[in-house]
């Protein structure tokens, strides 16, 4: 593809994404379905797109698209929201997680050539949800709003897991041999001295926040703080992407984790982005996203349909076991349709993305298998989601959901039978 056609393709793909998005408020058929399709269009069907042709650039993209992701994630986990909601989302964030990484790595054990740890890293970087996809399906349904709040921070609070957890453990794979010193270094030191790292930049930041105010002018002197933290860990061979998440969440609740001594040198509130800057940042990030998924539809390699397949299986088991989590998690007092709807607000989307290209780069022999069972999934996750949300909307499933709920007391039975959207 030369570079003029290249330019004019990207182009488009900016009115694509742009249109799809206004697509997902109206339909609430997710963005990203149509992202992945038009980037397997162009990559394994077309061969108009080939990801092995950006070579280093592809790696660069692929953290900077990460590090974006860090930092408004953790900037947004408020200390006073996770009190609100703190028991349901920990526990259901929590469960989820343990539950899918066990699952996932014992089906990768029986069924794929992963060794042990790669299972285990497979498993862990499925064990969230998409922000993007739930926080939009969950507002639009006719729930309550502790059961929303749940399902939101539930997408924003599995990030600490997703992140730290595969990125630790891609660390330790790439590591030197197996000693109880490199088992220390890479599992527990290493995450250990990037959230130190984290928090000690969020403090610094705040100081020259507070100490010099013409940072305050320019939209982008925080991101680019950020990623100097994210080199300088990265360059003393640390866990960059565990240091940005804890930057931002430090300096997201900065006002709540002031130290008392010492409360004139720190940020009297907690940072936020201005009403500009938002909006800047949302543009970038909105351009990420959406270059980011054309990028892993493309990457999809078609080649082993066997692993493919199986990230198809591993989805639907996905959806099965979220059942007896949700019933484990949820509150006796939630109604029938409020744990339906968490039942089915799964989807895998751009952080499990990123985090699957990571194993390739950094040289795993089992990167490629880890990548395409995650796309895979990414993709029937998706797409079930959805049809299960419209099936829900409908009424059709929730006699099944019922088969395994029960309604609480005090619940009107009239409201278990309701539509999703009033």
């Known amino acids: 593809m030369t570079i003029p056609v290249l330019i004019i393709l990207l182009g488009f793909l900016i009115f694509l994404g742009h249109y799809l998005a206004q697509l997902f408020e109206r339909t609430r058929i997710p963005d990203v379905l149509g992202l992945l399709l038009v980037g397997v269009l162009l990559g394994p069907v077309l061969h108009l797109l080939n990801p092995a042709d950006f070579g280093q650039a592809g790696r660069v993209f692929s953290n900077v698209v990460l590090v974006f992701i860090l930092f408004e994630s953790g900037l947004e986990v408020r200390f006073e929201q996770l009190r609100a909601a703190l028991r349901g989302t920990l526990t259901l964030t929590t469960l989820n997680f343990i539950v899918t990484t066990a699952l996932i790595a014992g089906l990768a054990q029986l069924f ?96 020259l926040l507070n100490r010099i105010p013409t940072l305050h002018k320019t939209s982008f002197s925080t991101p680019a703080f950020v990623f100097i933290l994210y080199g300088l860990v990265e360059l003393l061979e640390f866990s960059g992407p565990i240091a940005v998440l804890f930057f931002s969440i430090t300096l997201g609740n900065v006002a709540l984790l002031r130290p008392k001594p010492l409360p004139h040198y720190f940020a009297p509130r907690q940072v936020e982005l201005t009403a500009a800057e938002k909006v800047f940042f949302a543009e970038i990030v909105f351009l990420l996203r959406t270059f980011f998924f054309v990028y892993v539809g493309a990457s999809i390699v078609f080649d082993n349909i066997n692993l493919l397949l199986l990230g198809v299986g591993f989805t639907v088991l996905l959806f099965l076991v979220r059942i007896p989590v949700v019933w484990l998690s949820a509150d006796a007092t939630t109604p029938v349709l409020d744990k339906s709807v968490m039942s089915i607000l799964i989807p895998k989307g751009l952080g499990a993305a990123v985090l699957a290209t990571l194993p390739l780069q950094r040289g795993m022999a089992t990167g490629a298998a880890i990548q395409t069972i995650v796309f895979a999934v990414i993709m029937a996750t998706t797409v079930l989601c959805t049809i299960l949300f419209f099936l829900l909307e409908k009424g059709w499933i929730l006699p099944f959901y019922r088969l395994f709920f029960k309604a609480p007391p005090a619940t009107n039975a009239a409201q278990s039978s309701s539509s999703l959207v009033p």
Not at 142 to 150: G, L, N, Y
Not at 174 to 189: E, P, Q, V
């Open 112 to 207: 794929t050539p992963l060794d042990v740890l790669s299972s285990f890293i497979l498993g862990s970087i499925l064990g969230g949800t998409s922000s993007a996809v739930v926080t939009t399906l969950a507002r639009q349904a006719a729930v309550e709003e502790r059961t929303t709040t749940t399902l939101v921070m539930e997408s924003a609070l599995s990030d600490v897991y997703t992140l730290a957890i595969p990125i630790a453990l891609i660390s330790f794979y790439t590591g030197s041999a197996l000693t109880a010193r490199t088992i220390f270094d890479h599992i527990l030191a290493s995450p250990v001295v990037a959230v130190i790292a984290g928090v000690g930049g969020g403090y610094l930041w705040s100081v």
